[in-house]
C-alpha cells in the first residue's frame, strides 16, 4: 500500500515551467506503476502521463506529448511530472496515482491509490 503527496504546483505564466513531485510513502513504492491526472473546472478527470515500474516505459496523452517529461526516483519513492511550455489549457488541479496493473494506464479506473491533488494556474 502507498500513500502518494503532490507538491510543485503554483501559479506560472504561458510559455513557462513548473515541476510536480510525488512522494508515495510506503515500501513497495518500487512495485507500483505510476500515474498523472488532471481535472479542470467543469471537465471529467483526464489521463496526463504514466510511468511502468521501473522507469523504463512511459505513455502521454497527445495533448502533452513534446512539453511533459514523467520521471521515477525509486530510491527516494518519488515520481515527477516535467511541464515546459505550459498553456492556459493546463491550468487544472494534478493528481498523482499509484497502480498495480502493468497495462492499461490511461484509464483511471487502474489506480488503488490517489494523492489529494496539486492546483497548476497557468496565466495567459
Known amino acids: 500500500q502507498v500513500q502518494p503527496v503532490e507538491s510543485g504546483g503554483g501559479l506560472v505564466q504561458a510559455g513557462g515551467s513548473l515541476r510536480l513531485s510525488c512522494a508515495a510513502s510506503?515500501?513497495?513504492?518500487?512495485?507500483?506503476?505510476m500515474g498523472w491526472f488532471r481535472q479542470a473546472p467543469g471537465k471529467e478527470r483526464e489521463f496526463v502521463a504514466a510511468?511502468?515500474?521501473?522507469?523504463?516505459?512511459?505513455y502521454y496523452a497527445d495533448s502533452v506529448k513534446g512539453r511533459f517529461t514523467i520521471s521515477r526516483d525509486n530510491a527516494k519513492n518519488t515520481v515527477y511530472l516535467q511541464m515546459n511550455s505550459l498553456k492556459p489549457e493546463d491550468t487544472a488541479v494534478y493528481y498523482c496515482?499509484?497502480?498495480?496493473?502493468?497495462?492499461?494506464?490511461?484509464?483511471?479506473?487502474?489506480?488503488?491509490?490517489w494523492g489529494q491533488g496539486a492546483q497548476v494556474t497557468v496565466s495567459s
Open positions: 496515482a499509484a497502480s498495480p496493473k502493468l497495462y492499461g494506464l490511461g484509464a483511471a479506473t487502474q489506480y488503488n491509490y
Open positions: 510506503g515500501r513497495t513504492f518500487s512495485i507500483y506503476s
Open positions: 510511468i511502468s515500474r521501473s522507469g523504463g516505459s512511459t
